[in-house]
């Protein structure tokens, strides 16, 4: 049995769509997409210590993006011995870790865009390739100009976390999408603290001036053998399930007049980070470029940005000129609010993470390790507060977790822009811990939401939020460059208070269902809440 749209027939001929209305026609696809998967996609309670069906599609997937960012932070950790092998400068190895994080803004919109296109399980084994190749080159950089132009390339390895999102999304029903997304997220996310606990001392057993460099080169055998792994161990979606892909490729698909200007609206900070970034490489601070090439950087960003405009309209222009149907509307609106709350909750904890030792070896005179240490909860806490913020969201409701999880959060920050000197390490150590779990759990009640708005353009509406989060971290750390530290904790409070309005006014708790129009007319309504 075949649903199609009123007033057209099935492909091929035969009975014409139900008549008798919208609700009619709504019922009917209901009831058909309910038998379709609903089968596949039954809620049979959570099983995290289990490796089959859609328990081992999680598992393999949360270890693909643990390797990505494994791969993306593998200098990390071994900075120091990079700068004793080429002589490095302070300022040549800020350079580094701007340019890791400068290619993620762009590549996750790519990327979000090619797994929405050609699936997750194609993308994944691509990219967790392709870093393979960029970690040999890194690893056998013999100049500084060939590390910088293999850093900036490894930033590709961060989009990892985007495809992941959808591959979740087709395997699990939206009762248990926020601990899935949680659990894919946090334990996936721990990949950079895997990072900094592993490779040093798998540079020491390599020994020499150049164990750094056999350390780096093993995570890439390690991402060429798992995108293998990755490839033939997993599918797309459960056997007999559709994989919903976008209409048309290039740019999110949008459904009104209003959501086109809102769109291009929330592009324009991921240029505009960019931007950020060409300027701090710029000759007004770091001076890695010279001002004639930062002004190419600009003219390039705005280029494409007018690119980006046109292509968008091009896709989308025909909602000048008649309504989408009510079936197929979603409300960009979810995806602003939702990108801007991924920016206060990763966004903040990239920045925080990158300046929170000196901060404390600073402030309380601590040792390097000490401070560390010390900081290292704020991060770590991810592995577990991340799938608590995605079991939060689906027992006591989206909206209203996000809501008191940014508020906890702006408190959080709150009371950490009153530390000083005079506090004791145990209480700052408190405020951190109590601001880090809000940050976190805040993480997976994001990701807890955005498979809900549409489900064939979930990669490119995670993809954004991904990016967002990257613009996040370098809105607040240029912020950081010109205040102390007291006063950028105070700042993204008030970040996080303008976030928790939006929440409150304009986010909206799924319910109901969403529909996905095949392109023979058969329409599938999927739950979501």
């Not at 132009?149 to 009762?175: D, H, K, N």
């Not at 048309?248 to 592009?267: H, Q």
């Amino acid at each position: 049995m075949r649903i199609s749209p009123p007033g057209r027939g099935p492909p091929g001929g035969g009975a014409p769509a139900p008549s008798g209305g919208m609700a009619r026609y709504l019922l009917n696809a209901w009831t058909f997409g309910y038998r379709k998967r609903g089968s596949m996609m039954k809620d049979s309670g959570f099983q995290i210590f289990s490796f089959s069906g859609r328990t081992r599609i999680l598992h393999l997937t949360w270890f693909a993006f643990f390797l990505s960012f494994f791969v993306w932070f593998n200098h990390a950790p071994l900075l120091g011995a990079m700068r004793d092998t080429f002589g490095l400068s302070d300022q040549q190895v800020k350079t580094l870790l701007i340019l890791n994080v400068a290619l993620t803004i762009p590549a996750r919109i790519v990327i979000g865009m090619l797994v929405d296109a050609f699936g997750p399980r194609r993308i994944y084994s691509g990219l967790l390739f392709v870093s393979a190749f960029l970690c040999f080159g890194f690893a056998i950089a013999d100049d500084y100009e060939q590390l910088a132009l293999m850093r900036f390339l490894l930033g590709f390895a961060g989009a990892g976390f985007v495809i992941g999102i959808r591959m979740i999304t087709e395997w699990y029903p939206a009762s248990q999408a926020g601990i899935a997304q949680g659990i894919y997220g946090g334990w996936g996310n721990f990949g950079s603290a895997g990072a900094a606990l592993v490779l040093p001392s798998l540079a020491l057993a390599f020994g020499g001036d150049d164990g750094w460099r056999w350390a780096i080169g093993t995570t890439g055998v390690l991402a060429l053998v798992y995108s293998a792994v990755y490839f033939f161990t997993t599918s797309d979606t459960p056997k007999g399930s559709t994989y919903f892909k976008p209409r048309r490729n290039g740019a999110l698909e949008i459904t009104s007049p209003g959501d086109f200007f809102l769109y291009l609206l929330m592009n324009v900070p991921l240029y505009a980070a960019l931007g950020v970034l060409a300027w701090k490489l710029g000759p007004a601070n770091l001076g890695m470029l010279s001002a004639a090439v930062v002004d190419i950087v600009y003219a390039l960003l705005a280029s494409l940005y007018v690119f980006q405009t046109i292509r968008i309209y091009q896709i989308n222009g025909h909602v000048f000129r008649k309504p989408v149907p009510d079936i197929e509307r979603y409300k960009f609106r979810q995806v602003a609010v939702l990108d801007l709350a991924y920016m206060v909750t990763f966004g903040s904890e990239l920045a925080v993470v990158s300046m929170l030792p000196l901060f404390f070896q600073d402030t309380f005179d601590l040792s390097i390790v000490q401070a560390g240490l010390i900081a290292s909860v704020f991060a770590g806490l991810n592995l577990v507060m991340r799938p608590a913020g995605g079991w939060i969201s689906d027992r006591f409701g989206r909206k209203r977790s996000l809501a008191v999880i940014m508020a906890g959060l702006g408190v959080g920050y709150l009371l950490m822009s009153l530390m000083d000197g005079s506090w004791s390490v145990a209480a700052a150590v408190a405020v951190v811990v109590f601001c880090s779990v809000f940050v976190n759990a805040g993480n997976g009640a994001v990701f807890a939401v955005i498979p809900l708005v549409k489900r064939r353009l979930t990669g490119q509406i995670a993809g954004m939020a991904g990016a967002y989060g990257n613009v996040g971290g370098v809105v607040f750390l240029t912020v950081l460059s010109f205040v102390a530290p007291q006063a950028f904790f105070l700042f993204i409070a008030g970040a996080a208070a303008a976030v928790l309005v939006a929440v409150l006014f304009f986010l909206e708790e799924p319910a109901g269902h969403m529909a996905e129009v095949l392109p023979d007319g058969t329409v599938q309504m999927i739950e979501v809440g």
